[in-house]
Structures are given as C-alpha cells and as structure tokens.
Nanobody
Framework: QVQLVESGGGLVQPGGSLRLSCAAS????????MGWYRQAPGKQRELVAT???????NYVDSVKGRFTISRDNAKNTVYLQMNSLKLEDTAVYYC?????????WGQGTQVTVSS
C-alpha cells in the first residue's frame, strides 16, 4: 500500500484560494494516476480532478476554470490549486492513488468556505 498525506486545508472566505498537497510514500509515484475527491456532509464522495502518469487531466464540471491539478514526480506530490472558492466547495478533500491493483486513499483534509 501507498501512504498518502494531505495538507493545506483550512477556512477561507468565498472567492479565496487554497492549495492542497498530497505527499505519497514509495518509489513508484510516477506510475500512478492521482486524484482529488471530496465529500460534503450528507453527500457521496465525488471526483474533483485526476491526473494520469502521462499528464492527462480531468475535472468535474463544477470546478473547471477554478481548480488546477498538478504533480511533481520528483517530490512524490500532487497538488490542487483552488481559486474562486465557493460555499459549495466546502468538503473533506481526499487524495487517491491508483495503479494496477493499487487503490490508496489519504485521511482527508477539511476545506471550509465561509464568510
């Protein structure tokens, strides 16, 4: 299994920005498809963004133009830059790593958008 540790969550006002980071253990990070998911209270976990080992990126429609996913293979880290945050972005954000049979999750980081 791969250990994933998220950081960067917090409280921010509407329109503000946060950058989430997810650091992965091990030596095979460059092979993984990395993703960010989120789960709001009372809702199912949903995909936010993914980035493949080849750099192909996918976003859920609700964050397109506001969020940017990126990865630094030298640092075993994936990032989620979140701009123009909205109240509805409030959720626990989870990092995910997938490759072959691997499917690992981080513990989550809370993002709260509130005035």
């Amino acid at each position: 299994q791969v250990q994933l540790v998220e950081s960067g969550g917090g409280l921010v006002q509407p329109g503000g920005s946060l950058r989430l980071s997810c650091a992965a253990s091990g030596s095979f990070f460059s092979f993984y498809t990395m993703g960010w998911y989120r789960q709001a209270p009372g809702k199912q976990r949903e995909l936010v963004a993914t980035i493949t080992n080849g750099g192909t990126i996918n976003y859920v429609d609700s964050v397109k133009g506001r969020f940017t996913i990126s990865r630094d293979n030298a640092k075993n880290t994936v990032y989620l830059q979140m701009n123009s945050l909205k109240l509805e972005d409030t959720a626990v954000y989870y990092c995910n790593a997938r490759w072959a049979r691997l499917d690992s999750w981080g513990q989550g980081t809370q993002v709260t958008v509130s005035s």
